[in-house]
């Protein structure tokens, strides 16, 4: 679908609190997912994956959480830091089937008050 | 090992005028992707490859073409530029599942006066 709103949703939460973001994502046969953070200026950057397979995975300070039953995902991040500020998407995709297309959800802002 | 590269950075075109933005990657890839993300947006898919010789439609494919003779690179071509092609343009790769393996480039700002 197309997006609509001009603004981001926006989360704003303390240095040293933890952060969970949320995506809900569109596609019942997608069966991988990644999320990526994007600093003003800046391409997207890599944080972690997870494939539909398990339901949860952990990084450093980062947990992605999956829930195939409601299509959704989330995003942990433990102790947030003022350098944790950024847009952060959620994607999607079909890893390894006739279609590998990667589709972004529309990204949650993320500004850490110190 | 540069990862994936994108020229130009910047780049101004007249209403008409044509382009090709490259987008080179050195990790052997299979799957390349181009977006563009608007102002304050998220990023909308062009144009997708699943490997040298196959290219396929995104959600926003009108006024771009693509090719993919090679792995390594993925030009995106807009033959007759106009205003509503004012954006960033960012490649991508995906290489598989690993927590190393998937790279945006750093993007080209497109304006089309």
């Known amino acids: 679908g197309e997006n609509v709103g001009l603004h981001l949703p926006t989360l704003s939460v303390q240095e040293g609190d933890n952060s969970i973001i949320n995506c809900a994502y569109s596609?019942?046969?997608?069966?991988?997912f990644i999320w990526y953070k994007q600093e003003s200026g800046k391409g997207p950057q890599f944080i972690i994956d997870?494939?539909?397979?398990?339901d949860k995975r952990q990084g450093q300070r980062v947990t992605v959480l999956l829930n195939k039953t409601v299509k959704h995902l989330s995003l942990q991040i433990a102790a947030t830091q003022p350098g944790d500020s950024a847009v952060y998407f959620c994607?999607?995709?079909?890893?390894?089937?006739?279609?590998?297309?990667?589709?972004f959800g529309t990204g949650t802002l993320l500004a850490v008050q110190p | 090992n540069a990862g994936v590269t994108q020229t130009p950075k910047f780049r101004i075109l007249k209403i008409g005028q044509s382009m090709t933005l490259q987008c080179t990657q050195d990790?052997?890839?299979?799957?390349m992707y181009w977006y563009r993300q608007d102002p304050g947006m998220g990023l909308k898919l062009i144009y997708y490859?699943?490997?040298?010789?196959?290219?396929d439609k995104g959600e926003v494919p009108n006024g771009y073409n693509v090719s993919r003779s090679t792995t390594e690179d993925f030009p995106l071509r807009l033959e007759l530029a106009a205003p509503s092609q004012t954006s960033v343009y960012f490649c991508?790769?995906?290489?598989?599942?690993?927590?190393?393996?998937?790279?945006f480039g750093p993007g080209t700002r497109l304006t089309v006066l």
């Open positions: 994607a999607e995709s079909q890893y390894g089937g006739a279609t590998n297309k990667l589709i």
């Open positions: 596609n019942s046969a997608s069966d991988y």
């Open positions: 997870i494939r539909s397979n398990m």
């Open positions: 990790m052997n890839h299979n799957y």
């Open positions: 490859s699943v490997g040298a010789g196959i290219t």
């Open positions: 991508a790769t995906l290489g598989g599942y690993s927590t190393d393996t998937q790279y």
